[in-house]
Structures are given as structure tokens and as C-alpha cells.
């Protein structure tokens, strides 16, 4: 699933593409990705809008237009947008009609351009909100500060933290709490910043939530310089994966060795996510 890191650089790639394109045409494949509006009118809401900007609030993709209406996207578990303009070699997979695999919505821009939603499981959602409309229903009224922002202080997290008896990981994962961090991120963080992802929230000292409030910051930000290039290549179609799974310490490492220490990464199941953890380096 794309966290905040992948959703930022999917965001910066974005941005170098569609800025000032128009809409010619949108394509609805499966109506049930459209939220908002009612799928007959999706379309012709899209027409002739020109893209002013391309923003992100955590997870959800917010696309400007030239009469402030807005476009929001929020991929979910496998959501992605593939950039097509002709002249690329990528090997783009495709299904029996010569669309990229997966391909639920198609947006078509007046310079012969396209960019494909594209879902395998399914659950990714579009937004449309006109001018003026307020646009809180798609869910990023709820979101907590994000990673990086102003908004997240070492303070904000200590409160947190303090008043909850909750595992520390399923806390890093509640997008009311902090916005952005999935099952991926979480695990690397907790393993940054030395603690077990099982430990209660409340009984982390303020020692310790301001090492974690650091490990979440360098996560992401390192995170986010990471993705670029795999993004580029997932956006256009040439690979599997958004992030570089190799770089990780101990997301999907069970029955690893530690980068650090050598001793076996371990696996736990928490809120029904697994967690995988250093036993050695972490406590
Ligand atoms: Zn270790």
C-alpha cells in the first residue's frame, strides 16, 4: 500500500507532467472507484478542466482546476496512475483491450496524453467537488498532522502517546493520530527509534517519544528521497513495485538477520497487521 513517502513522489512526478494539460475526455471502466460525483456526471464535471496544480494532503492526491473545482484521489491498497504519452518504451502490461492492467478510470489530456487510475484490489477512490464545494467528505478532515509538518512536534506526540494504552504501532498507524504512515513505515520507524512495536504507548517515556518523533521524521524524509526513481518507473508501467523493499531494515525481513546486530527479525501479528521487529536492537 502507498504511504506518504510514495504518494509524495507519485505527487513530484505528477506535477512534472500534467501541469497545464486540459481534460479532453475521461473514461469511466468500473463506476464503483467513482465516490463522488454520481458516475454520469463524473465525466462531464472532468471536461476541459485544465490541472493548476497537483497537491497531497497524507495519502490523498488533490489535483487543482483552472475553476477551483478539485479532483481528489486517494489510492488505498493498490491504487496507482500511469502516465502514457506515446513515445515510451516502457513495456507497459496490458489486458486483451490494450489497456494498462487494472485500468479503472482514463483521463485524456488535449495534448494526445493520458493517465490511466489503475487498481488491482480494487478499493482506490475518486472525488470530484466543484467550485467552492466543500470537500471534507472524502475523509481528509479526519487526518491527523503529517510527518515533517509544522504540526507534528515532539510535544503533539507525547500527549499522544501519553494518553493511550494503546501498542505503540497500531498509535503510528491511526491516520487521526498522525497522517500517512502505514504497516511499511511503521515497522522501519519503531525500528529506528528502538522500540518494540507491541510496547503500550503510555508507557513510553518522553526520553523515548522524542527518539521517536525524530525516527519518524528521518523515515519518511529519507523515504521520500528514496522512491523517486522506483517511482518513476512504476508510473510508467515499467515496474511491480513502488518502493525499494531492499532498503528496508526489518519490513517483510522475518527470519533475516539484522542489519545491525545479526540476531533474527521477528514477526508479530498486531491489530491484524503484521509487525516485523528486531528483538535484539529493539525493546
Ligand atoms: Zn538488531
Excluded at 471536461?47 to 479532483?71: E, N, P, Q, W
Excluded at 475523509?139 to 493511550?164: H, M, V, W
Excluded at 511491480?240 to 521477528?266: F, H, P, W
Amino acid at each position: 500500500m502507498p504511504e506518504l513517502p510514495e504518494v509524495e513522489s507519485i505527487r513530484s512526478m505528477l506535477e512534472k507532467r500534467v501541469l497545464n494539460k486540459r481534460i479532453s475526455k475521461s473514461e469511466i471502466i468500473d463506476i464503483k472507484a467513482i465516490a463522488k460525483p454520481e458516475p454520469a456526471l463524473f465525466g462531464k464535471a472532468l471536461l476541459g478542466r485544465k490541472i493548476l496544480s497537483v497537491g497531497r494532503k497524507a495519502k490523498y492526491l488533490i489535483f487543482k482546476f483552472d475553476d477551483t473545482s478539485k479532483l481528489i484521489i486517494h489510492l488505498r491498497m493498490t491504487g496507482n496512475l500511469i502516465y502514457i504519452d506515446g513515445s515510451s518504451n516502457l513495456i507497459i502490461k496490458s489486458d486483451e483491450n490494450g489497456l494498462p492492467r487494472h485500468a479503472r478510470v482514463i483521463f485524456n489530456f488535449d495534448d494526445g496524453t493520458g493517465l490511466f487510475f489503475c487498481d488491482q484490489r480494487k478499493f482506490g477512490r475518486l472525488w470530484f467537488y466543484g467550485n467552492g464545494e466543500n470537500y471534507t467528505s472524502c475523509g481528509i478532515n479526519r487526518l491527523g498532522p503529517e510527518p515533517l509538518s509544522a504540526e507534528f512536534s515532539e510535544d503533539y506526540l507525547c500527549k499522544q502517546l501519553a494518553k493511550t494504552q494503546r501498542q505503540v504501532k497500531t498509535v503510528l498507524i491511526d491516520q487521526s493520530v498522525i497522517s500517512g504512515i502505514g504497516n511499511i513505515y511503521s515497522d522501519e520507524i519503531l525500528f529506528k527509534a528502538g522500540i518494540l512495536p507491541q510496547t503500550r504507548a503510555c508507557d513510553i517515556s518522553d526520553e523515548r517519544a522524542h527518539l521517536l518523533h525524530d525516527a519518524i521524521n528521518e523515515v519518511i524524509a529519507h523515504a521520500i528521497k528514496a522512491n523517486r526513481s522506483s517511482i518513476e518507473a512504476y508510473m510508467l508501467g515499467a515496474s511491480e513495485q513502488y518502493s525499494d523493499l531492499e532498503d528496508m531494515n526489518v519490513y517483510q525481513k522475518a527470519g533475516k538477520k539484522c542489519k545491525i546486530c545479526g540476531a533474527e527479525i521477528e514477526k508479530l501479528k498486531i491489530a491484524g497487521r503484521s509487525s516485523c521487529f528486531c528483538p535484539n536492537c529493539q525493546h
